[in-house]
Structure formats: structure tokens, C-alpha cells
């Protein structure tokens, strides 16, 4: 269990840190920063057992690692990967842009975690420990969830941004609610002159629509993120999942128009194609499914940007629920997200949906707050 420590976890943090770094933080610095609102000590509990700990300095931006160490008994056996994971997820959740360490030029086994994770090597600083030993400093910056979904949706939309607001829309696709909105502030002067729209008018938000227009839709969707290594997965089974493929567009097609026929024939035809434009032909969007035997029965969207990847409309047809299928599909894209080189792991739910749970328990963590009012005039 990660928990954040108490003044009982003292001594034996000042232990654990003797023996695995030759210094500590002391018992009274320790005993300080229990009422400091910028430290954030994290330890590592099994059994009863401080096993590992990880102090962290932040400023509500950047979060500095100061200390950050496992019991030799139990380290190569993830349980630095774990801490080091919960930390940063909790962190960036709470605002934190960037983190920023030293390690000893000598110790290999932390700065290939820190490398794992995607810190970069800024600067060294000569002779900075007590045995005149250099410390290699290292930071990562975090990529922000909104910085994410601007690129997604340009994948599919393009973008006008005028002095009151910012138009998005799919010249390919006009039907579609999510293409095809404005970003401004929760103002009705500035909604109002963009209210009269031939077919429906939506608006994302930061903040819940408090103004006097007419709208007959609310939406309240949580941004979720954590490190690709801090993600469990909650079962198993070994369903086969494969990427879609150009050879896969016929039966491809027949899924997802059946999928969004609900919406209308015409625009099940129109979505679909544009699905397929952009994950097949210009390969900007990767789909991967999940099958039972050989029928699909399940898919998610994988958007990577940078060194972070961002997944989108999950979905597990309603008689293959809690079976274990989307776990499957998760573990499946998360493994092959690892080989890519990904770190960071965003994806959106709406805030009634059922995955909403999944994804906490999973380890995501929320890290904004969108929403969305529209109106459809016919």
C-alpha cells in the first residue's frame, strides 16, 4: 500500500534511508515537513513494513524529488516503478507541470527508472555529494491533457480562433457533435451571436453553463491520466486483440455503422468512412479489437502524441460486459504502448459512464473538467 507517511513511519524512514543512500533527510526535517503543505512524502507499507519511500518538494508547479529509496531486500522487483508512478500521478493531478532530481552519476539502476519514465538529463553539477561523487540532474515535463486532446481533435477538425472564441470543425464529417464546436468563456454576449446555426450548436466549456440560452443537452466528461507504468490491470483473460488493419475495412465498416446506426443511416455511413479515412489512409488514429473466437466484439481508439498516447471511445458490446474483454483490450494496448516508448497514458470519460469506476481502479487519476451544452435546431 502507498499512503502518505505519519510521524510513526519516522524512524523507520531515517533507517531505510541510512541503509540505502548513506544519508537521510534526519528525523527532525522529517518531523518538520509533516506540516509543510509543499512536501509530499510518500511510503511504501507491506505487512506492517516501511519498505519504500519517496519525498517530494512541490511548489504547485514543479514537483522536486529530494529522496526516493527501496529496502535492498525488495528493490528490482517493481516496487520502485509503483512509488515512483503514484507520486507523479498524484502530483500532476494536483498541478505540477514538470519534476526535477539529482542522482549519482554511479547509480545505473535509478537513472535507468528515471529514463524509463522520460526524464531527460539536463546538466551535471561536479562534485556534489558528500564523497565529491558529480549528480546528474534530470527533469520531465509534463504534457498537459489539454495539449493532448488539441492535437486529437486536429487530427480530425480544423481550427479558427477568433478574438471571443475558437472554432473547431470537420469540413469531412458536419454532423458530428464532437468535430464541429466552440471554446469560449461562459459568456451568453459571446454565445448568443453564435447560437443560430443551421443544424445544432455546441459549446465546450471550462466551467458549467450558468447563462439564459436554450440548450436541450448537458455534458460533464472527467479527463483522466497516469504513467503507463503506474496502470494495473483489473483481470486478464487472454482474448485475442489485434490492431485494425487495411485488410480488415469491409467487416470494419459493417461494425462501426452498425454501431452508430442509432444515430441515423446517413450519418452511420458518413462517420464510418471518416473513421476509416483517418486510421487507415492517413494513419493518424490507431483501432484495436477485441474478439470472441473470431468475431469482434469490442474496440478502442489509440491517438499517440510525443511520448504520450491518449485513448478514445472504448467500447464492449453490451452481452460481452464484465467478462473480462476490456481489460483484455487494455492490457493488450498498454503492452504494446510500452514497446512504442509511451510514458503517459490520457483518455476523457463522461462523468455517469460505468468505465469512469474502471479507470479509477485501474490507477488513472482526474486532472480536468470539461463541459458541453448544445442545442440541435433540427
Not at 534526519?26 to 509530499?40: F, K, P, Q, R, V
Not at 516508448?341 to 459512464?353: C, N, R, W
Request: glycine residues 4%.
Amino acid at each position: 500500500m502507498i499512503r502518505l507517511y505519519n510521524k510513526k513511519d519516522i524512524p523507520s524512514i531515517v533507517a531505510l534511508e541510512k541503509d540505502t543512500l548513506g544519508t537521510t533527510l534526519g528525523s527532525a526535517m522529517l518531523e518538520d515537513n509533516l506540516s509543510n503543505s509543499m512536501s509530499h512524502f510518500y511510503v511504501y507499507e507491506d505487512k506492517n513494513e516501511i519498505i519504500g519511500y519517496i519525498s517530494i518538494s512541490f511548489d504547485q508547479e514543479q514537483g522536486e524529488i529530494l529522496n526516493f529509496c527501496v529496502n535492498k531486500r525488495y528493490q528490482h522487483k517493481g516496487i520502485g516503478t509503483k512509488i515512483l508512478a503514484y507520486a507523479m500521478n498524484i502530483l500532476h493531478s494536483k498541478g505540477a507541470k514538470s519534476f526535477i532530481l539529482e542522482v549519482r552519476e554511479s547509480n545505473r539502476g535509478a537513472i535507468s527508472l528515471y529514463e524509463k519514465f522520460g526524464f531527460k538529463r539536463i546538466s551535471l553539477r561536479k562534485n556534489y555529494y558528500s564523497n565529491n561523487e558529480n549528480a546528474l540532474v534530470y527533469l520531465k515535463e509534463m504534457i498537459s491533457y489539454k495539449e493532448v486532446e488539441e492535437a486529437y481533435i486536429l487530427a480530425f477538425c480544423k481550427k479558427e480562433v477568433h478574438e471571443d472564441y475558437i472554432y473547431y470543425h470537420d469540413d469531412e464529417l458536419k454532423t458530428k457533435y464532437y468535430h464541429n464546436y466552440y471554446v469560449c468563456k461562459n459568456d451568453d454576449h459571446v454565445m448568443e451571436n453564435l447560437y443560430d446555426r443551421e443544424s445544432f450548436v455546441q459549446f465546450d466549456l471550462e466551467h458549467p453553463y450558468t447563462g439564459k440560452l436554450k440548450f436541450s443537452d448537458y455534458e460533464y466528461e472527467i479527463e483522466y491520466h497516469s504513467s503507463i507504468f503506474g496502470l494495473h490491470v483489473l483481470r486478464n483473460n487472454t482474448y485475442r486483440v489485434e490492431k485494425l488493419k487495411e485488410c480488415d475495412s469491409s467487416w470494419a465498416y459493417e461494425y462501426f455503422y452498425k454501431d452508430t446506426l442509432k444515430y441515423g443511416e446517413e450519418y452511420a455511413k458518413e462517420n464510418t468512412k471518416r473513421i476509416l479515412d483517418v486510421c487507415l489512409k492517413e494513419k493518424k488514429t490507431d483501432y484495436y479489437f477485441v474478439y470472441d473466437m473470431n468475431k469482434p466484439v469490442g474496440f478502442i481508439e489509440v491517438f499517440q502524441y510525443k511520448d504520450a498516447a491518449k485513448l478514445e471511445n472504448f467500447s464492449i458490446l453490451e452481452e460481452y460486459q464484465k467478462k473480462g474483454y476490456g481489460s483484455c483490450l487494455f492490457n493488450h494496448v498498454l503492452n504494446e504502448l510500452k514497446t512504442l516508448g509511451i510514458k503517459d497514458i490520457y483518455l476523457t470519460a463522461d462523468y455517469e459512464d460505468t468505465p469512469k469506476v474502471m479507470y479509477e481502479r485501474m490507477g488513472f487519476t482526474m486532472v480536468g473538467r470539461s463541459y458541453q451544452v448544445r442545442e440541435v435546431f433540427k
